[in-house]
């Protein structure tokens, strides 16, 4: 796992300073820190490797909830094995510290590659490949991400693509489960959803519960954004964004943009779930598909029709 780098380094308890121990693992640098915790790049002493690790502060007020979704997490990343998620070797609780210590992927996030400007067509389609292909995965294995945007997927140097942060993912029951993940039906045994709010489906908004398609939604808005360097949907407020989302189409695709490639991501931002990809394994297909003729300069034919927007 990788998170930005932060300057707050004042805001880790004296006792996890870069150079102290905790458990096995050396501490090095804060990576990044949120509401509840902190993300260490440390050093493994026994095997002699780099890790991230994922604390949580001492709370005693929010302790039972945020471990509760750190386990939870953890759960929804051990069902997983693709390469576009990051290993997790280790849970546990060291002296009154929570923690998950994962695979440390030295990187930047896709978001700070986007950096309002959008990228080349080559690096959309070899980064939405990429991010389909660990969807598909972790979808076939009952798990729906729930929070896919930029700031959650990390690049590596070699062009790599991590998907983090699971703490919001939901599980796929695994009787029928072929009939749920292809439907679009709210799934009646996932509990409430979170997300952020751009990046939400619309019916996700209007109370449903999460599913293939709305990460398939949340896909669409990403390889929007990568393609035009802004969110398909946006507004001052959260009414606003809101609004855009359920009600509004998402302003055009510059003109230079692929058409095929718009094709994908206007099936994906269908606001009638039915009418969006029945899977993300047809998104990668799709995608693999547009990458593979482009480099050899052929044109394409996409096996599947849709019905437009």
Known sequence: ?????SPHQEEIDPTLAPGSIL????????????????????????????????????DPQTDQVAWGRMLHEARAISRLNHPGFCAIYEVAEEEGWFYIVMEYVAGCSLRQLIAGKGLEKVQILLYGSQLAAALAHAHERGVIHCDVKSSNVIVKSNGIVKLVDLGLAQPLKREKELEKYTSCAPLEEVGEVGGTLPYLAPEILRGGRASVQSDIWALGALLYEMATGTLPFTGRTCFEISLAIMTQPPPPLPRQTNSHLTTIIQRCLQKDCGHRYATVGEIRDDIERLLLTSRQGRSIVFARRWVGM
């Open 1 to 5: 796992m990788a998170a930005s780098e």
């Open 23 to 58: 458990n096995r693992y050396r501490i090095e640098k804060l990576l990044g820190h949120g509401a509840t915790g902190v993300v260490l790049r440390a050093h493994d002493l026994r095997l002699r490797r780099q890790v991230a690790v994922k604390l949580l502060k001492r």
